[in-house]
């Protein structure tokens, strides 16, 4: 395995955040995306977001991941040093027409988003019988 694959990516904060009223960083979620014969599975990574702050929409075969921080204000500590960035995240797919949007299936577990995106019947592998005579 090259040494590249094994090192931890960085945070990556957007340049040009999307639309908001927050006055909260936004960041790029990590994705990972696996394919089976049935369906995608997007793996998103976003730390500190719960299920009830999670927005998902597909619009214009257009699909937005949105995760939102509850941030706590401080009790009667100050920071002195912040290497982990807290914010909201922010990131778009394209969907082309191989997904059946109608059927896409979300789960949010310890700050990983899952989306189960099930393949249109049209794009499936599909095995034919061959008859005799």
């Given at each position: 395995m090259a040494e590249k694959e094994m090192q931890a990516r960085e945070k990556m904060e957007m340049k040009s955040p999307a639309e908001g009223t927050r006055d909260v960083p936004m960041y790029i979620p990590a994705v990972d995306i696996y394919e089976s014969e049935d369906a995608l599975v997007l793996v998103a990574d976003m730390p500190g977001v719960g299920s009830d702050n999670v927005s998902i929409e597909i619009r214009?075969?257009?699909?937005?991941?949105?995760?939102?921080?509850?941030?706590?204000?401080?009790?009667?500590?100050?920071?002195?040093?912040?290497?982990?960035?807290?914010?909201?995240?922010?990131?778009?797919?394209?969907?082309?027409?191989?997904?059946?949007?109608?059927?896409?299936?979300?789960?949010?577990?310890?700050?990983?988003l899952t989306l189960t995106m099930p393949k249109a019947d049209i794009v499936k592998p599909r095995k034919i019988t061959v008859k005799e005579g």
């Open positions: 214009d075969n257009q699909l937005t991941l949105r995760g939102t921080i509850q941030l706590e204000p401080g009790d009667k500590e100050r920071l002195l040093l912040q290497e982990y960035g807290v914010g909201d995240y922010f990131r778009e797919f394209a969907l082309g027409r191989t997904i059946d949007q109608a059927k896409i299936e979300a789960s949010m577990k310890d700050g990983v």
